[in-house]
């Protein structure tokens, strides 16, 4: 066999099997990149080849997003836990228990938190008129 991502026969497996499989090798291999690249940026002493790198690892986590939102599309249910979890204030390990709890009560895992009121916007509405950490410069108009 030409590929050890399956752990079962593969031509007992649905396409749609497949594909899932494959996009969530995809992921991993993003998340591996990511890394590498984090590594290297660390240690690089030119500021030309860390900015190149840099541009890269970027590329790699618009990967990994677009690979992530994939596998949540095709499964709903890691979806609803995940908006429990992802940008989320508080401790991540209660706000994964928390959600983990909520999907299997049938509940939402972000009932009455602003991720909830947001739902599937991406929230940019709410940014207007405010000032982002980090973008504002000392003595400017708010």
Same mark, same amino acid.
């Given at each position: 066999?030409?590929?050890?991502?399956?752990? =079962? $026969?593969?031509? &007992? +497996?649905?396409?749609?099997?497949?594909?899932? %499989?494959?996009?969530?090798?995809? +992921? #991993?291999?993003?998340? =591996?990149?990511?890394? @590498?690249?984090?590594?290297?940026?660390?240690? =690089? $002493? /030119?500021?030309?080849?860390? %900015?190149?790198?840099?541009?890269?690892? *970027?590329?790699?986590?618009?990967?990994?997003?677009? &690979? +992530?939102?994939?596998?949540?599309?095709?499964? $709903?249910? @890691?979806? =609803?836990?995940?908006?429990?979890?992802?940008?989320?204030?508080?401790?991540?390990?209660?706000?994964? &228990?928390?959600? &983990?709890?909520?999907?299997?009560?049938?509940?939402?895992? #972000?009932?009455?938190? $602003?991720?909830?009121?947001? /739902?599937?916007?991406?929230?940019?509405?709410?940014?207007? *008129?405010? #000032?982002? #950490? *980090?973008?504002?410069?000392?003595?400017?108009?708010?």
């Amino acid at each position: 066999m030409g590929f050890d991502q399956y752990h =079962e $026969p593969p031509e &007992e +497996l649905s396409a749609q099997t497949r594909t899932f %499989a494959r996009m969530c090798a995809n +992921l #991993t291999e993003e998340a =591996e990149a990511i890394g @590498w690249y984090e590594q290297r940026i660390s240690v =690089e $002493p /030119d500021p030309a080849s860390r %900015a190149i790198m840099n541009n890269s690892l *970027g590329e790699e986590f618009k990967h990994f997003s677009m &690979e +992530l939102e994939y596998l949540f599309r095709a499964k $709903p249910e @890691w979806r =609803e836990t995940a908006r429990g979890i992802l940008f989320q204030g508080g401790d991540i390990v209660e706000n994964g &228990e928390a959600s &983990e709890a909520a999907v299997d009560s049938g509940t939402s895992p #972000t009932a009455g938190s $602003p991720a909830a009121e947001a /739902d599937s916007s991406l929230g940019i509405g709410s940014l207007r *008129g405010s #000032t982002l #950490t *980090g973008s504002t410069r000392k003595g400017s108009a708010s």
